[in-house]
Nanobody
């Protein structure tokens, strides 16, 4: 059974940067797409970014495009989310997600991590 575990959240000032990591258990890491979602206080969980199984294709929500970068390291079974130029609207619990298929449009998310809190102060 696959498990995902996020780390790297914390408190940062507006304009600052953070890098989130997601460690994925299991030997088939390289065969499925991965993504990041977030849930702000009082709001529903929303999509942030996704990366294909090869790492060659990425996609971002409009709200983070140009500021966030998703990447993956197959040797470390880890997915990253580099977040730059953060603003208070980015404050949320960030969840790592595993998709069923090799690309985000191949199937739904079937595993979420427990999340890591990112707080951006103004």
């Amino acid at each position: 059974q696959v498990q995902v575990a996020e780390s790297g959240g914390g408190l940062v000032q507006a304009g600052g940067s953070l890098r989130l990591s997601c460690a994925v258990s299991g030997r088939t890491f390289s065969t499925y797409a991965m993504g990041w979602f977030r849930q702000a206080p009082g709001k529903e969980r929303e999509y942030v970014a996704a990366i294909s199984w090869t790492g060659r294709s990425t996609n971002y929500a409009n709200s983070v495009k140009g500021r966030f970068t998703i990447s993956r390291d197959g040797a470390k079974n880890t997915v990253y989310l580099q977040m730059n130029n953060l603003n208070p609207e980015d404050t949320a619990v960030y969840y790592c997600a595993k998709y069923q298929g090799p690309n985000p449009d191949s199937g739904p998310v079937d595993y979420y991590g427990k999340g890591t809190l990112v707080t951006v102060s103004s």
